[in-house]
């Protein structure tokens, strides 16, 4: 508080200094729980010895559903893989227990004769769905039927490598003929493609 008196103005600066500095001059004994090094803190409510320990101290650890293994990430991201490959398993893992499923379900159904699901579904099948276009169908839409009907070798008609392929169309008219596709690596089949004019310019 400012006094109108000097000399009592300057009693209260030097009073106050002294009791900043004293408590300035304090120091807390800690112990970094990330590296297990002690240290001194100026501040009371200071955890970690730096800013680095600070970020690792604030990660939160999660078990892979992959892998099982131990990783850490930022508490706000709620990971379950520890990778990108772990969850590429993942996902195919689950893409194999739903299409088993599915065909469980079918053939559990199939013993029910009066089952008006199996009947729904079995109409639904092929150019029995209510969504058929048959010839009109377009680009995505015929390749999706090729992916679900035709099985893949994994060999290149073109390399001749063993790779994952994909479904090319010989004469781009994209029918429904198993003689009017043919198995190409992404890298052939973009060059397939190209040499056609087709690459940039599907409907």
């Not at 112990?31 to 730096?50: A, M, W």
């Not at 079918?106 to 029910?112: F, H, M, S, T, V």
């Amino acid at each position: 508080m400012p006094y109108s008196d000097q000399i009592k103005q300057k009693e209260y600066s030097k009073n106050y200094l002294q009791k900043w500095y004293q408590a300035a001059k304090k120091r807390y004994a800690k112990k970094c729980p990330v590296c297990k090094v002690s240290f001194t803190s100026r501040y009371e409510d200071q955890t970690t010895c730096s800013l680095h320990c600070a970020g690792l101290n604030r990660r939160s650890y999660f078990v892979c559903k992959t892998c099982s293994k131990s990783f850490s990430a930022p508490p706000s991201k709620k990971r379950l893989f520890c990778s990108i490959d772990c969850s590429k398993k993942a996902m195919r893992t689950i893409t194999e227990y739903r299409s088993k499923w599915y065909t469980n379900l079918i053939k559990g159904l199939a013993k029910r004769d009066n089952s008006n699901l199996v009947r729904l579904l079995r109409q639904e099948k092929g150019n029995q769905n209510r969504n058929w276009k048959g010839k009109h169908a377009k680009y995505n839409a015929i390749h999706a039927w090729v992916n679900s009907n035709f099985q893949r070798s994994n060999m290149c008609v073109m390399c001749k490598e063993n790779k994952p392929t994909q479904w090319a169309n010989i004469d781009h008219q994209y029918s429904r003929d198993r003689q009017n596709w043919m198995e190409l690596c992404p890298n052939c089949h973009a060059s397939y493609d190209r040499s056609h004019n087709l690459r940039f310019n599907i409907e």
